[in-house]
């Protein structure tokens, strides 16, 4: 099996594929999409502790070789997970996600799953409306790992950490060498579990917030009253009676403020431009 670099491939070894899914913890009744299942490591494992695994793969001759050793609970989609309609897979309830995913492709893949993660399938009649995914077990270079889990005040804490935050819980579930893989990257990865919560940005307020991070974040050396500024003189707001509104000290960093404190912030913004 010839891994191909613009697929950015690096396939699990037997030891370590069997690692990851007793990490995942599969469940009987668990319908699962799997991102990227290569030559079937993971699928191989899963299927049989499992109802059933929609496998998603953009190497076709992979894909092709996948589907003659497969059980029948598996189907293999050819094709590119960032433009699958994955929400179209859990109309029969909500799914697991796995994946060993393409560092060069990881952040987007992430963001994907968050945004798909926000929409609900309808419900049958007499029954609640589902979210789509239940968890992501994902497959990613240690250092985004590392971010996802990061602790308000530390450098990992970030963008990154703040928007997974804001509708996932990150779990840190294992810590892989580079020998885990054929062929081996030249760095570690880790496996991390995201358990979908419902979003908690309030309706209404997600383009300012998202907003208001990012701007903050990328001026991270600065104080949150001067990181403010640019932000909140587009809004035409006073960055110092935002603040004091949301009971923030403008002295602090960006790092400095957990995802309770930029959501106060964000509403605080919105409140005084409606103001004005």
């Avoid at 600065?222 to 009676?241: C, H, I, M, S, Y």
Wanted: hydrophobic fraction near 45%; charge should be positive.
């Amino acid at each position: 099996m010839r891994p191909r670099k613009r697929f950015g491939q690096h396939f699990l070894v037997s030891d370590w594929a069997q690692k990851v899914v007793e990490a995942i913890a599969p469940q009987p009744a668990d319908r699962f999409v799997e991102i990227g299942p290569g030559p079937g490591a993971l699928t191989l494992r899963l299927a049989p502790k499992v109802s059933q695994v929609t496998a998603i793969e953009i190497d076709r001759d992979l894909a092709g070789d996948l589907r003659r050793i497969v059980p029948p609970n598996v189907d293999v989609v050819t094709g590119d997970i960032l433009q699958a309609d994955l929400t179209g897979y859990a109309t029969g309830g909500p799914l697991r996600i796995a994946g060993n995913l393409p560092y060069n492709i990881s952040t987007p893949i992430l963001f994907m799953l968050l945004a798909a993660g926000k929409h609900g399938q309808p419900a049958p009649p007499g029954a609640h409306a589902w979210p789509p995914f239940l968890d992501a077990a994902l497959m990613l270079q240690r250092e985004v790992a590392d971010r996802l889990a990061a602790s308000t005040g530390t450098k990992d804490y970030g963008v990154l950490t703040i928007l997974t935050a804001a509708g996932a819980d990150v779990t840190p579930l294992l810590t892989l060498p580079p020998g885990a893989f054929r062929p081996a990257p030249k760095v570690h990865s880790a496996l991390v579990r995201l358990t979908f919560v419902p979003s908690r940005v309030p309706a209404g307020l997600t383009s300012m917030f998202e907003r208001l991070v990012r701007v903050l974040f990328m001026q991270r050396r600065k104080t949150v009253g001067n990181a403010l500024r640019p932000f909140a003189a587009e809004a035409g707001v006073d960055p110092a009676r935002a603040l004091e509104a949301a009971a923030i000290d403008p002295r602090l960093r960006p790092e400095n403020l957990d995802l309770e404190s930029l959501l106060r912030l964000a509403a605080c913004v919105s409140s005084l431009k409606s103001e004005a």
